[in-house]
């Protein structure tokens, strides 16, 4: 598979690292890899993204937030809302997750993250350290939630490109984890991540030096 976004740049060499995957790992206590939170405005993400970092750094492992506004005031200012914006802006909060958790991070991403295409490419790059967590919540949920005014302000078109207004949100068809935040409360829902994350980052897991490789997929590799 070609990757869509090519190489602009000629003479360049990549550089190998002295320090293997497994020797971070071992020096955390635990593996890297990606929580990748997506759903609707106010459906929870950073509410539950903060919590879970917190609830992992008191266990003393590396966890940190990548957040959609977060990155928006610096590594995306430049970008805005069109359909081309949102792919650019998810195409490098996913290179930064994947150097993060390559680097030994649990990387807990919160996103809108709408389309499909730009998740599913991150996990292709991953090669099985990308964990898809859907933040599931009617938008009348959302709605009513609203703790910025976003739905309000998209309502009287005074915002465009709002995602369930008027631009689409693809639902992830298999997630790793579904986490209903109308139905459970904050604590219950962080319980349920942080559980799920002491198990698919046990160090226990690996027995044997894993190979780069095939940890994280080359751009335009197969």
């Known amino acids: 598979m070609q990757d869509d976004q090519p190489t602009k740049s000629t003479n360049i060499v ?4 002295k320090v293997s995957p497994l020797d971070r790992w071992r020096l955390n206590g635990h593996t890297g890899g ?3 939170f997506t759903g609707l405005s106010a459906s929870g993400k950073s509410t539950l993204a903060v919590r879970l970092e917190e609830r992992l750094h008191r266990k003393g492992m590396q966890a940190y937030v990548l957040d959609g506004d977060n ?14 914006d949102r792919t650019e802006n998810i195409r490098r909060v996913g290179e930064t ?13 919160a996103f809108i ?3 499909r295409a730009d998740r599913d490419r991150i996990r292709e790059r991953s090669k099985g350290n990308f964990h898809e967590i859907f933040v599931s919540a009617p938008i009348s949920v959302c709605e009513a939630r609203d703790p910025k005014g976003l739905y309000k302000k998209a309502r009287a078109g005074m915002i465009t490109d709002f ?23 904050v604590e219950g829902c962080v319980d349920q991540l942080v559980e799920f994350a ?24 197969d």
């Open 113 to 115: 993250s709408p389309y």
């Open 198 to 221: 002491l198990v698919q980052f046990a160090l226990e897991s690996f027995d044997s030096e894993p190979d780069p490789a095939d940890l994280y997929r080359e751009p335009g590799s």
């Open 163 to 185: 995602t369930g207004i008027s631009a689409p949100y693809e639902e992830p068809l298999d997630p790793e984890m579904i986490i209903d935040t109308a139905s459970t409360d």
């Open 14 to 17: 990549r550089v190998d690292h």
């Open 34 to 36: 990606i929580m990748w």
């Open 71 to 84: 990155l928006r005031h610096g590594l995306n200012a430049d970008l805005g809302f069109s359909p081309e």
């Open 97 to 109: 997750a994947l150097l993060m958790a390559e680097a030994g991070f649990v990387v807990i991403s």
